[in-house]
């Protein structure tokens, strides 16, 4: 065994594992499976845990990660719903693949594994319009569906923070014209991609990167609050006057809006804003720790039997069997107020990662945008898709950071050197 542990060449292996995972994110639920798989595999095999851990022990980020997936770990002693613990369990534990990439990956190839990833896009996209146009049908979806490999909310994420990247290297002066030109192309096709989709989750992380990204190429003033108001409101009004699936949407949410307000909460938003109701009912019964990683759902059933809020039948009978449509109120009913402080203080500090490419740190400032965005009206973390561009991007970019420090060793021969010097 040892033997063939020792002919592997790590290096190699991580470098097409990890433009496999990125080209494939987009494209494939198995390819996802093994890619994390590997990984995970991979970082068991290495071996050499005391000075990778060293490695990681420099980064406030990666003891986050740690910090956060031990709480949801240590919350199985207050759950009584196991099985649904643990299989909840299992999403946050390959968050452990963030450190097999961050610790392999070498710092000149995060570009090119980015650019995989765009290149995996462009693939789905192509695949997305000829859905869109009837030229074909993927797991029996056309027209009506055009989503080829993953629900509509969870690949509207993956449109959103694609064209935010888009629209930064757009603003950026590190192209040239006729890339900008191939950029902005492909940019104007993922908005029209994202808004024939029906995923209302990717259009307002799509708001709030429009506006980050103004923000980082011209600062708070007025001018990047206009610009990103502008850019916005051409985008809405040519989805809203020519996609008639956003023009519907944008009439149903209305109507939506109309039933809350006369209390009937049956339909899309109605329910969403019902299970928010439920899930502070919870949180109020128990603030601090939660019900635990697993319980939410009978959390959800018991708190119902005390007050339905006079939810008809069928809203009574649909939260149960669902999570909250919100990663926020998700963490803060299954780890309380200490879970959701944990994910947050986690983002701060992903935020906050040293990493001297300029680009990479404002794609890792775009990246956060997105996803927290994004968990106001969808648990990201609990789908494997979304889970999966978290686990890639935040082991790309806590990799980068990595590298900007001197590893354990290195720390050690230039003691020794400064020593032998005195």
């Known amino acids: 065994m040892l033997t063939v542990i020792n002919k592997i060449n790590f290096q190699k292996t991580y470098h097409y594992l990890l433009l496999l995972f990125a080209f494939t994110l987009p494209l494939s639920r198995a390819l996802n499976s093994i890619s994390i798989a590997l990984l995970l595999l991979l970082l068991l095999l290495q071996g050499n845990y005391k000075v990778q851990f060293a490695r990681l022990k420099e980064s406030p ?65 192509i695949l997305s319009y000829g859905m869109f146009f009837g030229i074909w049908e993927i797991n029996g979806h056309g027209k009506e569906y055009p989503s080829p490999f993953m629900m509509h909310i ?23 014209k006729k890339e900008k030109a191939a950029i902005l192309f492909f940019f104007l096709t993922i908005c029209g991609n994202l808004f024939i989709n029906e995923g209302r989750t990717g259009q307002v992380a799509l708001a709030f ?59 899309s938003l109605g329910q969403r804003v019902a299970m928010y109701i439920v899930a502070a009912d919870i949180v109020e019964e128990n603030p601090f720790i ?46 309380g107020i200490i879970g959701l402080a944990l994910l947050l203080w986690l983002f701060y500090q992903f935020a906050k990662l040293p990493i001297e490419d300029p680009e990479l740190k404002e794609l890792s400032i775009l990246a956060i945008v997105v996803l927290l965005a994004g968990f106001l009206p969808e648990p990201l973390l ?41």
Do not use: C
């Not at 450190?99 to 000149?108: D, G, H, P, Q």
């Not at 969870?154 to 040239?176: E, M």
């Not at 850019?231 to 699936?245: H, P, Q, R, W």
């Open 61 to 125: 980020f990666a003891m986050s990660i740690l910090a956060f997936i031990s709480y949801t770990i240590l919350s199985l002693l207050w759950t009584q719903n196991l099985k649904t613990g643990l299989n909840g369990q299992l999403l946050y534990l390959y968050w452990l693949a963030i450190f097999a990439i961050a610790l392999n990956v070498k710092k000149e190839d995060i570009h090119l594994i980015i650019k995989a990833f765009i290149l995996g896009m462009v693939v789905s996209e």
């Open 154 to 176: 969870d690949y509207s994420i993956f449109l959103a923070f694609t064209a935010i990247v888009l629209l930064n290297r757009l603003l950026s002066n590190r192209y040239t």
């Open 209 to 267: 990167g429009i506006f980050a990204v103004a923000f980082i190429h011209f600062k708070l003033t007025l001018k990047s609050f206009f610009l990103s108001v502008l850019l916005l409101a051409t985008i809405l009004l040519v989805s809203f006057n020519f996609i008639d699936k956003f023009h519907t949407r944008v009439l149903d949410a209305k109507t939506d809006i109309i039933k809350i307000d006369e209390g009937k909460f049956t339909d």
């Open 290 to 335: 939660g019900v635990g990683v697993g319980d939410y759902k009978d959390a959800a059933a018991a708190a119902l039997e005390k007050n339905t809020h006079g939810f008809s039948k069928s809203v009574v009978d649909f939260i149960p069997k669902n999570h909250f449509h919100s990663q926020y109120l998700n963490v803060l009913v299954q780890g």
């Open 382 to 422: 609990l789908k494997q898709f979304t889970n999966n561009l978290f686990i890639l991007f935040a082991g790309l970019f806590l990799g980068a950071s990595l590298q900007e420090k001197p590893t354990p060793s290195n720390k050690q021969s230039r003691q020794k050197r400064s020593s032998t010097l005195n």
